[in-house]
């Protein structure tokens, strides 16, 4: 079976694992922020916090933005429930669906111009990139001009490119994940990058219950903090698995643009495409569009090929349902769509497999 997701680790793992796993210090220490100016540099942003997941990513993010009970957040439904969780987390009293472009499944900023139009300015606007597909940030980021933060959901964007600039230097808040079967994994965790240096010290307190870890190297109870904070830090072993894996990240994302070039010459011909910018995507996930979504899954499954939808639309959920509204993009994306394997771990051979699969559907 040519699988849709598969774990990267670096061969040299254990030479950057066994010096801290030997240290006598494994928790938020300088492996950590060794990381965290790694990955400061890949994107082009110093401004990097490593966290324990993603998912404490977009909630930090949220609580930063000063998202309340009060307020209502713009969203996407079609989206990892994650995103969305970690909205009502932070204590939002309502989520505004915004609709979605029918091709790409990224939001449509036309939608939430009308949802402004309506319902005021929201606490804050959260976009998500699909599969590493940029959101029309131009687009969305006006908003900042008008006080209302956005928050980017770029968990499966990293490396993802966006009016020249890789993701992580065009909004407020933007949001990484490096969980297991992400392009690059620290065995879970997430990061925040900031535009702003005061959301980044603010955080930096937030992260470990208000406390600053900066300030000694013991006895930080006796500290006086001006607000609650979280448990949401990260550690030096996680940090040492990102450091072996973030010098394969740009081979990786190389070869996965690759194979979506190949993928997209003959879904021009032979199959929808969802539009994949492969230069501009980090191609986490490669979409394509059928009208019948379980007949291609299992198509693809019999000739040996993992298929998914691997994100179902949020709005559907039990705890989301009295925030539903009529969204005829994301029934339509919702409906079409499925994701093909596009990953690094694919040979050759694989990728002619799937080639010649989609040329048969």
């Not at 994650?82 to 932070?90: K, M």
């Not at 006796?222 to 904070?229: K, L, N």
């Not at 495409?273 to 980090?282: P, V």
């Amino acid at each position: 079976m040519i699988r849709l997701f598969k774990v990267f680790m670096s061969d040299d793992v254990i030479s950057e694992l066994e010096p801290v796993l030997k240290s006598g210090y494994i928790g938020d220490g300088p492996q950590v922020k060794e990381f965290e100016k790694k990955v400061g540099e890949f994107i082009g942003n110093p401004r990097v916090l490593m966290l324990n997941s993603g998912t404490s990513a977009l909630r930090l993010a949220c609580i930063l933005a000063g998202v309340n009970k009060h307020d209502y957040v713009i969203s996407t439904p079609m989206t990892c429930l994650a995103t969305n969780t970690a909205i009502l987390e932070a204590g939002c009293g309502y989520i505004a669906w915004a609709d979605v472009n029918p091709r790409t499944g990224v939001m449509d900023p036309e939608s939430v111009e009308r949802i402004m139009k309506e319902d005021g300015y929201p606490a804050a606007i959260m976009c998500m990139h699909w599969g590493g597909h940029p959101a029309p940030l131009y687009e969305l980021n006006y908003c900042e001009q008008l006080g209302i933060p956005v928050i980017e959901d770029a968990c499966q964007a990293l490396g993802s490119r966006y009016g020249n600039r890789r993701i992580g230097n065009h909004s407020r808040f933007v949001c990484f994940s490096f969980q297991a079967i992400k392009t690059l994994t620290t065995g879970d965790g997430g990061a925040i990058a900031f535009a702003q240096e005061y959301d980044y010290k603010r955080a930096r307190l937030l992260k470990w219950f208000g406390l600053d870890r900066e300030l000694s190297s013991s006895m930080r109870c006796s500290q006086d903090p001006a607000e609650a904070g979280y448990k949401m830090q990260s550690n030096d072993i996680a940090a040492a698995i990102g450091l072996a894996n973030i010098k394969h990240l740009p081979r990786l994302l190389e070869r996965m643009r690759q194979i979506a070039r190949i993928y997209t010459m003959i879904c021009n011909e032979r199959v929808d495409t969802s539009s994949c910018l492969f230069d501009e995507s980090s191609n986490w996930l490669y979409t394509v569009l059928v009208d019948d979504a379980a007949d291609f899954i299992a198509y693809m499954k019999n000739r040996g090929i993992e298929a998914s939808k691997v994100h179902a639309r949020n709005d559907t959920k039990r705890i989301f349902r009295e925030f539903q509204r009529e969204l005829p993009g994301v029934e339509e994306f919702d409906r079409r769509h499925v994701c093909i394997p596009c990953g690094w771990w694919l040979s050759d051979e694989d990728v002619k497999e799937v080639v010649d699969a989609l040329k048969g559907y």
